[in-house]
Each structure stands twice: as C-alpha cells, then as structure tokens.
C-alpha cells in the first residue's frame, strides 16, 4: 500500500541520559509493518515512569541505541501486514506494547499485542488503557488474589496505574481505601470508586488510615512507591493481608518479624514477567470493562510530542498526579 509520505516526526534517543537526550526529529523513517505487525497512525501515547527509568539507561532492560521511546499507543490502523486477519485500514485500536516506539506520528506493532479501542473511550484515553490497566488486573487480581469482599489500600491512587486499580476494584465487589498527595488528587480518588481517601503528604496520615474505621481489615496494599510505604503496609496489614509491589524507587529497612504473627506476605508485580495467558486474560477483562462504561481512563495532563521532555521531567518530579499522563501526536 503506498504511503502519502515515508518520513515521520518521532523522538529519537541516540544516548542514555537526561531530558536533553530527547530528539524530536521530523525526518524518521515510517516504519514498515512485517507479515504479523499493524502499522498504526498514532494520535496519543501514554508516559509511563518506565520510560525515564529506560532512556536515563538505569533499568534492566534496555533498547539498542538510536530507539524512540514510548508503549502506549492509541490511534488508528494504517496499513496491516500480509498474514494479520484480525484488524484492517480504518479500525480505531490501542496497544501496550510496539516494536518501533509510541512517541512517534506512526508506530508498528505485533497484531497480537494490539486491542479493538472501544467507541465509548477516546484516542487519549486509548493512551491510558495499556500499560496501567494490565498492570492494575496483574496487581490485584492475577498476583494479588484480590476477592469481591475485600479491602484493598491503594496506596498512590492518583494517577496512571492507581486511578485504574481503583476503577477494577470498584467492578469486582472490593472495598476502596486510597492516597493522594493533594486535594484534586484525592477527589479524583473518590470520584472513581473509594470509600476513603488519605493524603499521603500529610505526616499524620498512617495513623488516620489505622484510626478510620474502614481500614480495620485491609487485606491487600497496592503500593506504588514501596521505597517510602513498605515499613507501614507491613503495619496496616490484617492477618493474612498482602501488599503487591507495583512501583519502587530505592532501598527501605523493615523489620521482617512484621509479616510473622499476620502471616503476611510481600510480592513483587511486573507486567513485563506476566505470561501471555495472563495478558489475554487482562485484556478480556479490561475490553470488557471499557464496552460495559467503568474502564473510564482520566487523562490529567497532555503535552504536544514537542514538550516530550517536560512531560517526562514532570512525572517524575511533579507532585500532585490527577490521572493519567498523555502525549498527543
Ligand atoms: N510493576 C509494574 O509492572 C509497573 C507497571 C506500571 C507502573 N509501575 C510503577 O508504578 C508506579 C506508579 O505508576 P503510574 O504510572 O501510576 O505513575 P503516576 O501516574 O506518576 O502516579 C504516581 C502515583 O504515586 C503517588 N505517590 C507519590 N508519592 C507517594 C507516596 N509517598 N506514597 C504513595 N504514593 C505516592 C502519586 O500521588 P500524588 O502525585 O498525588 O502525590 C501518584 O498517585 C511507578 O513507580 C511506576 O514505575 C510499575
């Protein structure tokens, strides 16, 4: 199928380091879709942490130089390779995972990691669906065990990943205690399911949530900054209880005898480790979830691809998350 041109704008990356090693560049090439990969005309990408955690060349995995950065892909389908079946030209689709980059006008990706984008949710929101919502069901439900009936402390529920956990939460019958770190924070926490909502600013917060009296049984912590909270999950945990590591940004001393008499347990999240019959199962879940009107992402801020460096300083840095972060192609 010819092209109405063969160059894109994207961000390119040529070195590890800092902000400044984002390139927005007008003249890559468009990628060309092998037999099994869709190519997508991209209208939003999502900003993950984990994409500053690559590009500054500390993480475990890390892409072969030049790379553009970027997972989640929202737009529409372009141009399909020889032996896809399953998506045409036209077909408004999301993904979590591209071979090419998201931050970037087109991108490919396998067809198989790529999902019908329901009509009730918009190109932005499509941005917002992947890596956060796979990661909230793998958390709760796939490593977490989570349980209609039980209480689960979303513990940073503000933004990408907790705005989801909460909303899957609230589908499947669980009881809602969340954390933000400001007011629009913790009002977008209630407005998506929570029972109640703590400022995980304020110093007094931890003996709020054991004062309140429905945080007398929490059963599963989903923690995204486990560096800081763990100490005090251990703390809040009812017998039996787990807390679910999803985000962690250095070393923290506990004390292990904390899990004994509750029998308590820590587990580590990654969606990168989730098998492929668990991604299946996330995704039925969460497509499910979006034609049925409660996966209803909320985009807090958007930046033109231009600005691709402050949006990638800000989640990192800036405080007060209200929702998911977006890139706009
Ligand atoms: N394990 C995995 O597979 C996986 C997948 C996706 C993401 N993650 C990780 O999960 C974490 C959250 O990702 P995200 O996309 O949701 O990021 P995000 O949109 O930037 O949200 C960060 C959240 O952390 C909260 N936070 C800030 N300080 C906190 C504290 N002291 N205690 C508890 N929460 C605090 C923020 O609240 P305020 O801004 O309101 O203070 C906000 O709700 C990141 O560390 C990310 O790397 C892991």
């Given amino acids: ?61 890390q892409p072969t130089l030049p790379y553009t950065p970027g997972e989640d892909v929202s737009g529409v389908v372009y141009e399909v390779g020889k032996k896809v079946t399953s998506f045409k030209r036209g077909d408004r689709v999301f993904t979590l995972k591209t071979d090419s980059g998201g931050y970037a006008e087109y991108a490919v990706a396998a067809a ?96 709020q949530i054991k004062r309140s009296a429905a945080a007398q049984d929490i059963n599963i912590i989903i923690e995204m900054l486990a560096d800081v909270n763990l100490d005090n999950d251990l703390k809040l945990l009812s017998s039996g209880g787990r807390v679910m590591i999803v985000g962690s940004r250095g070393l923290i001393q506990i004390n292990p005898r904390e899990t004994m008499a509750k029998e308590t347990s820590i587990r580590g ?37 231009e600005k691709v460096a402050e949006a990638q300083q800000d989640i990192i840095y800036s405080r007060g998350a209200t929702g998911k972060m977006v890139l706009v192609v």
């Fill in 112 to 207: 198989d990691s790529v999902f019908p984008l329901s009509d009730k949710l918009d190109f932005k929101q499509g941005a917002a669906v992947g890596i956060p919502y796979f990661t909230a069901y793998h958390a709760l439900f796939q490593k977490g065990s989570a349980n209609a009936g039980e209480t689960v402390l979303v513990h940073g529920a503000s933004g990408g990943v907790g705005v989801a956990t909460c909303q899957l939460a609230k589908a499947y019958g669980l009881k809602i205690l969340g954390t933000a770190g400001t007011e629009a924070g913790m009002n977008l926490v209630l407005r998506n399911g929570a029972y109640a909502v703590f400022n995980h600013n304020d110093e007094n917060y931890i003996a």
């Fill in 1 to 61: 199928m010819l092209k109405v041109k063969n160059m894109m704008r994207a961000v390119r990356v040529y070195e590890f380091g800092g902000p400044e090693v984002l390139k927005v560049q007008t003249d890559v090439p468009i990628p060309v879709p092998n037999d099994h990969q869709v190519l997508i005309r991209v209208n939003a990408c999502g900003v993950n942490p984990v994409d500053i955690y690559i590009r500054s060349g500390t993480y475990t995995r």
């Fill in 269 to 305: 999240v990654s969606l990168f480790s989730a098998t492929k019959e668990e991604m299946k199962q996330c995704a039925a879940a969460i497509l499910a979830g979006a034609e049925a009107g409660w996966v209803k992402p909320f985009v807090g801020c958007e930046y033109p691809l």
